[in-house]
């Protein structure tokens, strides 16, 4: 749930097609990014864990195993390997489709505020910024056997006015450190939470 943050959203035109694809690697090297104020200083960069686009995996191998079929059941049939194939670039679009809404979905940290920026196909973004000297409580935790394996979890920002679920994070307990130090930083007072949950698949 999201209540009380400002958003933005980036119509669907191409024209808007610079402005939709934030950098992340650039975001880090140069700690600039598309309305930053003059006296904005960029904290640190993060985003969630690749298996927020599973979905994508999935998308790139259904495809691919059923044009396969075929191929397997007459393999001396070269045109239904040509099949199999076309199975395969079909998915790699489809997966390269969630892979543009995972890499350019975003969170940014500055000393003002905390920015999330969420790609959703090619041309469609919006953005969801919260004051730092907003934020009262984050907390985290971990769901299961899978997501302590791999390193993700789900990370909770109380402010004044409703909370910011942030799922699948790529390491959750980092990013929650770093961003009680930039509360702190800024002024901010909050409620250590150092507990977080590790429920067994």
């Given at each position: 749930m999201r209540t009380g943050s400002a958003r933005h959203d980036v119509p669907a035109d191409p024209l808007t097609k610079k402005v939709a694809t934030v950098c992340y690697n650039e975001i880090i090297m140069t700690n600039q990014f598309e309305g930053q104020h003059d006296d904005e200083e960029v904290q640190f960069v993060f985003r969630r864990h690749p298996v927020a686009m599973r979905k994508g995996f999935?998308?790139?191998l259904i495809p691919f195993?059923?044009?396969s079929v075929p191929f397997l059941l007459w393999p001396d049939n070269l045109n239904l390997f040509w099949l199999a194939m076309a199975g395969l670039a079909f998915g790699v679009v489809l997966f390269f489709y969630h892979w543009i809404g995972w890499y350019f979905s975003i969170f940014v940290v500055t000393n003002v505020r905390l920015r999330q920026v969420t790609q959703r196909g090619f041309?469609?973004?919006s953005v969801i910024d919260v004051g730092i000297s907003k934020i009262q409580n984050i907390s985290y935790n971990v769901p299961g056997f899978s997501a302590?394996?791999?390193g993700y979890g789900t990370?909770?920002?109380q402010?004044?006015?409703g909370d910011l679920v942030l799922d699948r994070i790529?390491?959750?307990g980092k990013i929650y450190n770093e961003l009680q130090k930039a509360v702190h930083a800024a002024g901010g007072e909050t409620e250590l939470n150092t507990d977080y949950e590790e429920a067994t698949e």
């Amino acid at each position: 749930m999201r209540t009380g943050s400002a958003r933005h959203d980036v119509p669907a035109d191409p024209l808007t097609k610079k402005v939709a694809t934030v950098c992340y690697n650039e975001i880090i090297m140069t700690n600039q990014f598309e309305g930053q104020h003059d006296d904005e200083e960029v904290q640190f960069v993060f985003r969630r864990h690749p298996v927020a686009m599973r979905k994508g995996f999935y998308f790139l191998l259904i495809p691919f195993v059923v044009a396969s079929v075929p191929f397997l059941l007459w393999p001396d049939n070269l045109n239904l390997f040509w099949l199999a194939m076309a199975g395969l670039a079909f998915g790699v679009v489809l997966f390269f489709y969630h892979w543009i809404g995972w890499y350019f979905s975003i969170f940014v940290v500055t000393n003002v505020r905390l920015r999330q920026v969420t790609q959703r196909g090619f041309f469609n973004k919006s953005v969801i910024d919260v004051g730092i000297s907003k934020i009262q409580n984050i907390s985290y935790n971990v769901p299961g056997f899978s997501a302590a394996v791999l390193g993700y979890g789900t990370l909770v920002v109380q402010t004044y006015v409703g909370d910011l679920v942030l799922d699948r994070i790529q390491h959750p307990g980092k990013i929650y450190n770093e961003l009680q130090k930039a509360v702190h930083a800024a002024g901010g007072e909050t409620e250590l939470n150092t507990d977080y949950e590790e429920a067994t698949e």
